[in-house]
């Protein structure tokens, strides 16, 4: 696996918190990053079918088109009840505005009386401009409530609740969410293969 430390990094998402995420995990390394809206890099679709898929996708669309190495991210809420969904296509259930008060409600809706477990998946993709991609994947297991709580993070958080703990993703303070997320457990797989000791 390739050394990163030095590397000037694509962050290949047009999600505010996700970049705002991942940046704050890269930040005790050196690496430059530089998200792919301000490099005026456009979303190519998710047409894949698995958070791996839309990950390495979008990795390597930034990668081609920055000439740059690129880190994409694909996450989502997994419902086991509601047979797995919103899975890869949790940011679709927020609509075109990306209103996850929307997807939230729709997910209480649909869900009903039935069982509460859920989890967090996030994969990271790593692709450099000349093909070559590694894979990072990483969940975190909780229960889902309502009505949704805390207004910190972003997407789902303010209704998954950790296994362990009895605050939402939405109510913890930042660093403690980033210590035991789904894509802290991602990132410190990609830190293990990709950095050198700091």
Request: with cysteine.
């Amino acid at each position: 696996m390739r050394d990163l430390s030095g590397e000037r990094l694509v962050i290949a998402s047009h999600n505010p918190g996700k970049v705002a995420e991942i940046a704050e995990l890269l930040a005790p390394y050196r690496v430059d990053t530089i998200d792919a809206a301000a490099l005026g890099l456009s979303e190519p679709e998710e047409t894949g079918s698995s958070f791996e898929a839309n990950a390495a996708l979008k990795a390597h669309a930034a990668a081609t088109a920055s000439g740059l190495p690129a880190l994409a991210d694909d996450s989502g809420l997994v419902v086991p009840a509601l047979d797995g969904a919103p899975g890869i296509y949790s940011a679709r259930w927020a609509g075109p505005t990306k209103d996850f008060a929307v997807a939230m409600a729709r997910v209480h809706r649909e869900l009903g009386e039935r069982d509460r477990t859920a989890h967090f998946v996030a994969v990271l993709a790593l692709a450099w401009p000349d093909g070559e991609e590694a894979l990072f994947r990483g969940e975190v297991a909780g229960q889902l409530t309502s009505p949704p709580r805390g207004d910190r993070g972003f997407g789902y958080d303010p209704i998954f609740v950790p296994d362990g703990y009895d605050q939402s993703f939405g109510e913890m303070d930042p660093d403690r969410k980033y210590a035991i997320s789904h894509r802290a457990r991602a990132f410190a797989k990609l830190v293990a293969a990709c950095f050198r000791e700091r």
